[in-house]
T-cell receptor
Framework: DGGITQSPKYLFRKEGQNVTLSCEQN?????MYWYRQDPGQGLRLIYY???????QKGDIAEGYSVSREKKESFPLTVTSAQKNPTAFYLC???????????FGNGTRLTVT | DQQVKQNSPSLSVQEGRISILNCDYT??????FLWYKKYPAEGPTFLIS?????DKNEDGRFTVFLNKSAKHLSLHIVPSQPGDSAVYFC???????????FGKGTRLHILP
């Protein structure tokens, strides 16, 4: 059945290493989003993409990169330049304007 | 600067009573508002939305009220049930090319 898949659920990395979080959707949605959740901070937008081969920075894009080569996929790379990478990362998709976002179940990244 | 504000970090309500969650926004160009519910270590799930052309939308136990002049919306849950204990996020967007912005969330505790 349709949905958004984020993998893995838990990810551990050493400081200084880049890491890529996967997000795949089979909802045929054009728009995809990456948010980060920290305690007391709510959901903060990292990057979003309204269409294939195009994406925009959100409010906290520094230290992150994305690509949108396929409609179904929107991977997020957390680079070594991200000062506080440990967080819960959420991917979402949206079918059309003024429709709800559909979220994956998140990836918890821990960097030590 | 926060454009979507949820000023109550937490709220406790007796089971069976009404829960009222509040949200304020600063940008009068927002034209679509959503409420999400989130359990720990899961992605948010969509509850209900409202367009700026309406002032009320109802779906079962959930009703959202929009007061555009006050830039305020609220989510009413009645009657409150134990499964309603979760974090609730308010979100807003302004046009088809713009991003969806979330508040910091309110943790709702339903007391037995």
């Amino acid at each position: 059945d349709g949905g958004i898949t984020q993998s893995p659920k838990y990810l551990f990395r050493k400081e200084g290493q880049n890491v890529t979080l996967s997000c795949e959707q089979n909802l045929n949605h054009d728009a995809m989003y990456w948010y980060r959740q920290d305690p007391g901070q709510g959901l903060r937008l990292i990057y979003y993409s309204q269409i294939v081969n195009d994406f925009q920075k959100g409010d906290i894009a520094e230290g992150y990169s994305v690509s949108r080569e396929k409609k179904e996929s929107f991977p997020l790379t957390v680079t070594s330049a991200q000062k506080n990478p440990t967080a819960f990362y959420l991917c979402a998709s949206q079918g059309y304007y003024n429709s709800p976002l559909h979220f994956g179940n998140g990836t918890r990244l821990t960097v030590t | 600067d926060q454009q979507v504000k949820q000023n109550s970090p937490s709220l406790s309500v007796q089971e069976g009573r009404i829960s009222i969650l509040n949200c304020d926004y600063t940008n009068s160009m927002f034209d679509y508002f959503l409420w999400y519910k989130k359990y720990p270590a899961e992605g948010p799930t969509f509850l209900i939305s409202i367009s700026s052309i309406k002032d009320k939308n109802e779906d079962g136990r959930f009703t959202v009220f929009l007061n555009k002049s006050a830039k305020h919306l609220s989510l009413h849950i009645v009657p409150s049930q134990p499964g309603d204990s979760a974090v609730y996020f308010c979100a807003a967007s302004m046009n088809r090319d713009d991003k969806i912005i979330f508040g910091k969330g309110t943790r709702l505790h339903i007391l037995p």
